[in-house]
């Protein structure tokens, strides 16, 4: 399929840099004052409408588009891929998401078998599963309807699925369906992520579905393992098998987890995972949350726009349309970036979603032969629900640096608003944005209209727009499941038109390898100061460094409770200077300065206390302390909002461990490590911020 030459080296990659030098003297103005060209320009299927008509291309520019994509071979790799031959060929795999929304009788080969059954089989089981949660015949261990979902996933493993589920969230039907249910996706391996999760989550009522291909993701599975200690101390570890399932194809390390193989839903290799939202990834979660029925519309919508990409002629079939616009943008005018602007709240998390679709599969500088290309791939995406983004960004793309944007507007509104006396509905106030701002950015406002106005002179050069900002519009009909479906697929496949464009494999993702084997190494480092004391060592001066300094600060609370027990402030200066030094030099003799410490509270902390006039603690008793009612950790209570581990000694809160969370600043301490403290004052050794407490410290 892939030949050693570039694209950059055909005569049509020439001809279209040779005709971008016209294009560069033309202005959108009177581009689009030619009706003809831009009633050619406008593309309809299906209900939605496409106007490419202010990209700053001419008919000539889209007819030399087309002559570069057949130079470029694109409807034979269109048909490859469809037909399942390996074109990720760096990973020798199929590239076959079509197979994921295809109708049961639809024949998609991969190495000699169709895998539209297969796919099938997974769907009818995930039907199958979710509606038996969702009516209330499988329960968790306590007998209790499993009606709150935690997905835990990374990439394209969270992205995808977390933009459907955003998008239905307000449709009418997905409402209703989904009413007395929640769903939420666990991402981020910080532990802020895991208490935004699961706070306000029963364990008893929580069904955790763990995404990883390997089973072996290392965020995921820490995640994982988290919550399965959450489930674990709640409900004790056999509920683990009645509340945890598992999307994967190690069935080995399901098992070994302690998840039933029965209750893992598999998907293939040959799905990526930014293209897997339409598998058992993105399904399952969805299906129990809205009900399986409603998903399977999105996929049917998805799978339009897949026969659509494949049999439409060039002219008429928007994913190509778009990919080639977006390969002019990028190769020859030489935009970089692209913002993605949907005129909807519900598409909040397309463009996030989009971005890593977009940036993962065509930021590459290698051909998919391995030569270093001579021309710039993929976008810098981004971008805002508008009217948002209007006050947030816009002013760059107006005025600023020339960014193409994606203009995406809905008909009808999942939830309109009528106001009497109103001029125009709340959604009506919305689109007329949506019309407007691709008109102000191709026709900008000259000086001399400035003039006309009677603007002051001196304000003519700030109110000025050049225009020539190029841009399309997407409309759709409206935003349910089926039209979900379709926009998720046109930008699936715009994205694999500029890979296929450029010579480029847009199904692998190489770059993001480096920086996980660097950080398991970082790993590695970190347990060896933790639990040895082991110095920093191995990394370049400017990474040890900052590991050094992470290292250090973990040991300031220990240390500032230790100086301020019962040492007067001469002995502190003292003993911060000896920290100092010998913090300068080897992380073991921070240990070696702690001891010391305490052999000087020994030695001096009675006669401090008697000059300073302060009962020593050894004498008095705090009565407050002793009233104080501890909280007791009933299982891991991630809920605890600043952190889940003990600020002075930097251990988990265990299971059964007493705790105080001080008010206020919510810092948490284990009660052995903190009431010494308590005794003399009443603030958090950590921020120093004061308790106002008054009477005694029971409300600590």
């Given at each position: 399929?892939?030949?050693?030459?570039?694209?950059?080296?055909?005569?049509?990659?020439?001809?279209?840099?040779?005709?971008?030098?016209?294009?560069?003297?033309?202005?959108?103005?009177?581009?689009?004052?030619?009706?003809?060209?831009?009633?050619?320009?406008?593309?309809?299927?299906d209900?939605?409408?496409?106007?490419?008509?202010?990209?700053?291309?001419?008919?000539?520019?889209?007819?030399?588009?087309?002559?570069?994509?057949?130079?470029?071979?694109?409807?034979?790799?269109?048909?490859?891929?469809?037909?399942?031959?390996?074109?990720?060929?760096?990973?020798?795999?199929?590239?076959?998401?079509?197979?994921?929304?295809?109708?049961?009788?639809?024949?998609i080969?991969?190495?000699?078998?169709?895998?539209?059954?297969?796919?099938?089989?997974?769907?009818?089981?995930?039907?199958?599963?979710?509606?038996?949660?969702?009516?209330?015949?499988?329960?968790g261990?306590?007998?209790?309807?499993?009606?709150?979902?935690?997905?835990?996933?990374?990439?394209g493993?969270?992205?995808?699925?977390?933009?459907?589920?955003?998008?239905?969230?307000?449709?009418?039907?997905?409402?209703?369906?989904?009413?007395?249910?929640?769903?939420?996706?666990?991402?981020?391996?910080?532990?802020?992520?895991?208490?935004?999760?699961?706070?306000?989550?029963?364990?008893?009522?929580?069904?955790?579905?763990?995404?990883?291909?390997?089973?072996?993701?290392?965020?995921?599975?820490?995640?994982?393992?988290?919550?399965?200690?959450w489930?674990?101390?709640?409900?004790?570890?056999?509920?683990?098998?009645?509340?945890?399932?598992?999307?994967?194809?190690?069935?080995?390390l399901?098992e070994?987890?302690?998840?039933?193989?029965?209750?893992a839903?598999?998907?293939?290799?040959?799905?990526?995972?930014?293209?897997?939202?339409?598998?058992?990834?993105?399904?399952?979660?969805?299906?129990?949350?809205?009900?399986?029925?409603?998903?399977e519309?999105?996929?049917?919508?998805?799978?339009?726009?897949?026969?659509?990409?494949y049999?439409?002629?060039?002219?008429?079939?928007?994913?190509?349309?778009l990919?080639?616009?977006?390969v002019?943008?990028?190769?020859?005018?030489?935009?970089?970036?692209?913002?993605?602007?949907?005129?909807?709240?519900?598409?909040?998390?397309?463009?996030?979603?989009?971005?890593?679709?977009?940036?993962?599969?065509?930021?590459?500088?290698?051909?998919?032969?391995?030569?270093?290309?001579?021309?710039?791939?993929?976008?810098?995406?981004?971008?805002?629900?508008?009217?948002?983004?209007?006050?947030?960004?816009?002013?760059?793309?107006?005025?600023?640096?020339?960014?193409?944007?994606?203009?995406?507007?809905?008909?009808?509104?999942?939830?309109?608003?009528?106001?009497?006396?109103?001029?125009?509905?709340?959604?009506?106030?919305?689109?007329?944005?949506?019309?407007?701002?691709?008109?102000?950015?191709?026709?900008?406002?000259?000086?001399?209209?400035?003039?006309?106005?009677?603007?002051?002179?001196?304000?003519?050069?700030?109110?000025?727009?050049?225009?020539?900002?190029?841009?399309?519009?997407?409309?759709?009909?409206?935003?349910?499941?089926?039209?979900?479906?379709?926009?998720?697929?046109?930008?699936?496949?715009?994205?694999?038109?500029?890979?296929?464009?450029?010579?480029?494999?847009?199904?692998?993702?190489?770059?993001?390898?480096?920086?996980?084997?660097?950080?398991?190494?970082?790993?590695?480092?970190?347990?060896?100061?933790?639990?040895?004391?082991?110095?920093?060592?191995?990394?370049?001066?400017?990474?040890?460094?900052?590991?050094?300094?992470?290292?250090?600060?973990?040991?300031?609370?220990?240390?500032?409770?230790?100086l301020?027990?019962?040492?007067?402030?001469?002995?502190?200066?003292?003993?911060?200077?000896?920290?100092?030094?010998?913090?300068?030099?080897?992380?073991?003799?921070?240990?070696?300065?702690?001891?010391?410490?305490?052999?000087?509270?020994?030695?001096?902390?009675?006669?401090?206390?008697?000059?300073?006039?302060?009962?020593?603690?050894?004498?008095?008793?705090?009565?407050?302390?002793?009233l104080?009612?501890?909280?007791?950790?009933?299982?891991?209570?991630?809920?605890?909002?600043?952190?889940?581990?003990?600020?002075?000694?930097?251990?988990?809160?265990?299971?059964?461990?007493?705790?105080?969370?001080?008010?206020?600043?919510?810092?948490?301490?284990?009660?052995?490590?903190?009431?010494?403290?308590?005794?003399?004052?009443?603030?958090?050794?950590?921020?120093?911020?004061?308790?106002?407490?008054?009477?005694?410290?029971?409300?600590?």
């Open positions: 399929m892939a030949s050693s030459a570039l694209i950059s080296d055909t005569q049509r990659w020439k001809d279209l840099k040779d005709h971008v030098e016209d294009i560069k003297k033309t202005h959108l103005r009177d581009l689009m004052s030619d009706v003809k060209r831009c009633q050619s320009m406008m593309v309809e299927f209900g939605m409408l496409l106007d490419y008509s202010r990209q700053q291309a001419t008919l000539e520019t889209i007819d030399k588009l087309f002559k570069l994509a057949t130079a470029a071979n694109l409807k034979q790799k269109i048909n490859l891929m469809f037909s399942g031959e390996h074109i990720n060929s760096t990973e020798n795999r199929a590239v076959l998401h079509v197979a994921l929304r295809a109708p049961r009788d639809k024949v080969q991969s190495d000699g078998k169709n895998v539209v059954p297969e796919v099938w089989s997974v769907l009818d089981k995930i039907k199958e599963f979710s509606e038996r949660v969702r009516s209330g015949s499988w329960v261990a306590t007998g209790k309807a499993l009606k709150d979902v935690v997905a835990i996933g990374i990439g493993s969270f992205l995808g699925p977390l933009f459907v589920h955003t998008a239905l969230q307000t449709d009418p039907e997905a409402i209703e369906s989904a009413r007395g249910r929640q769903l939420r996706f666990l991402a981020n391996v910080d532990p802020i992520d895991i208490a935004r999760n699961i706070t306000g989550l029963n364990p008893e009522t929580t069904l955790v579905v763990v995404v990883s291909k390997t089973f072996t993701t290392a965020e995921t599975m820490l995640n994982a393992r988290t919550l399965r200690e489930i674990s101390a709640a409900l004790g570890p056999s509920a683990v098998a009645k509340h945890m399932v598992a999307v994967s194809t190690n069935l080995t399901v070994k987890f302690g998840i039933d193989p029965n209750n839903f598999a998907f293939w290799d040959w799905v990526g995972g930014r293209y897997s939202v339409c598998s058992a990834v993105g399904v399952l979660p969805l299906s129990l949350q809205y009900g399986f029925s409603v998903v519309k999105f996929l049917k919508g998805a799978s339009t726009i897949d026969e659509h990409f049999s439409a002629p060039y002219d008429k079939n928007i994913p190509v349309l990919g080639l616009l977006s002019w943008n990028v190769s020859f005018l030489g935009y970089p970036a692209r913002a993605i602007l949907p005129y909807s709240q519900a598409l909040e998390k397309f463009a996030p979603h989009i971005q890593q679709v977009s940036m993962e599969s065509n930021g590459k500088g290698v051909s998919i032969d391995g030569v270093p290309l001579p021309y710039e791939t993929g976008e810098i995406d981004f971008g805002e629900p508008g009217t948002n983004g209007q006050h947030s960004f816009y002013q760059l793309i107006h005025q600023g640096r020339v960014i193409p944007c994606d203009f995406i507007g809905i008909v009808k509104s999942q939830q309109p608003v009528y106001l009497k006396g109103e001029v125009v509905s709340n959604h009506d106030e919305l689109m007329s944005n949506f019309f407007a701002q691709p008109d102000a950015l191709a026709y900008g406002k000259t000086a001399e209209q400035l003039q006309k106005e009677n603007v002051q002179q001196h304000l003519i050069p700030h109110k000025t727009f050049s225009g020539n900002r190029p841009s399309l519009s997407l409309l759709l009909p409206s935003l349910n499941a089926y039209n979900i479906g379709q926009l998720l697929a046109i930008y699936e496949h715009r994205i694999a038109v500029q890979g296929f464009v450029w010579g480029i494999n847009s199904f692998d993702q190489w770059g993001v390898e480096l920086g996980k084997s660097l950080a398991t190494q970082v790993r590695k480092q970190l347990h060896a100061s933790r639990t040895k004391g082991e110095p920093v060592k191995g990394f370049n001066f400017s990474t040890s460094t900052l590991l050094t300094r992470y290292l250090e600060v973990f040991f300031q609370p220990l240390l500032a409770v230790t301020d027990l019962l040492l007067g402030r001469q002995v502190q200066i003292f003993l911060l200077i000896l920290q100092l030094f010998y913090q300068g030099f080897s992380f073991p003799l921070v240990i070696t300065y702690v001891v010391i410490c305490y052999l000087v509270i020994d030695l001096f902390g009675e006669v401090e206390e008697e000059s300073s006039g302060t009962p020593s603690s050894k004498d008095e008793e705090s009565p407050g302390l002793s104080l009612e501890l909280q007791k950790v009933p299982y891991f209570d991630y809920a605890i909002s600043r952190s889940v581990v003990c600020a002075v000694c930097l251990d988990g809160i265990q299971n059964g461990e007493k705790y105080r969370m001080l008010p206020g600043c919510r810092h948490v301490y284990h009660a052995c490590c903190i009431d010494l403290w308590l005794l003399r004052r009443l603030s958090c050794p950590t921020c120093r911020a004061p308790l106002n407490i008054t009477g005694s410290l029971d409300n600590v």
